[in-house]
């Protein structure tokens, strides 16, 4: 697996360089906001490793960046701080996942690995549900025609939505598919990423496919 981790504190990068080299990882590092954002544009990764506070500018700004940009690998950005207003913060700008320093290096790289997992197809390769077309082998998502780009966590929880066409699911269970089992489901950053979704394959189409249940959690379908 191919990631690049933009960091600038030079103990810390070192330390996450050889660590997930260790690992069997194929390590690309940046130190500054500039040089994060061009080897991000211009790379092939399978994940990114981002901090918050880089010189030049901000990770959540960096992130936003290269979303604009189309660049849809999965991004989990470090930050200092574990206030839930920084993860939604983060999210909002487009990344799949947080982590707040000081951190174990063991939890970051289960992190790091489920980012660059690709599941297995468990229902047909092509679902389409009225005017959205969702292909499941090349990940590619279009609705009336046009294309829709996702970022990894936005992919995953229209994958698990579209595994569960029609049926309602709760906040856990989509919670444990798009994260993991010690993922917070009563945080609002499920909110966050279901708005996301929500604006790129529902604003602007009729009928809309994502649906509120409440008091029991989320449908999918017409």
């Not at 913060?89 to 990344?95: K, M, Q, S, V």
């Amino acid at each position: 697996m191919h990631m690049l981790v933009i960091e600038d504190d030079s103990e810390l990068l070192n330390i996450l360089r050889r660590g997930f080299e260790d690992e069997g990882f194929d390590v690309s590092t940046a130190a500054t906001f500039h040089d994060g954002a061009l080897q991000a544009e211009f790379g092939e990764f399978d994940v990114i490793v981002l901090d918050v506070m880089l010189p030049g500018g901000s990770g959540f700004d960096l992130c936003r960046r290269i979303r604009s940009h189309g660049v849809t690998t999965p991004v989990l950005m470090l930050t200092a701080r574990g206030a839930v207003e920084d993860r939604v913060r983060g999210l909002e700008a487009g990344a799949d996942d947080y982590l707040a320093k000081p951190f174990a290096f063991r939890e970051l790289l289960a992190r790091v690995r489920a980012l660059g997992r690709r599941p297995p197809a468990l229902v047909d390769d092509r679902f389409q549900l009225e005017d959205l077309e969702v292909d499941l082998r090349s990940r590619r998502v279009a609705r009336g025609g046009s294309t829709i780009r996702l970022t990894a966590k936005e992919w995953d929880l229209l994958e698990f939505f579209v595994r569960h066409t029609d049926a309602v699911v709760d906040r856990a269970s989509i919670s444990v598919y798009v994260w993991d089992d010690n993922h917070d489901p009563f945080s609002n950053v499920l909110e966050v990423l279901i708005g996301r979704l929500r604006r790129k394959i529902d604003d602007g189409f009729t009928p809309k496919l994502i649906h509120t249940i409440r008091g029991a959690g989320y449908r999918f379908g017409r």
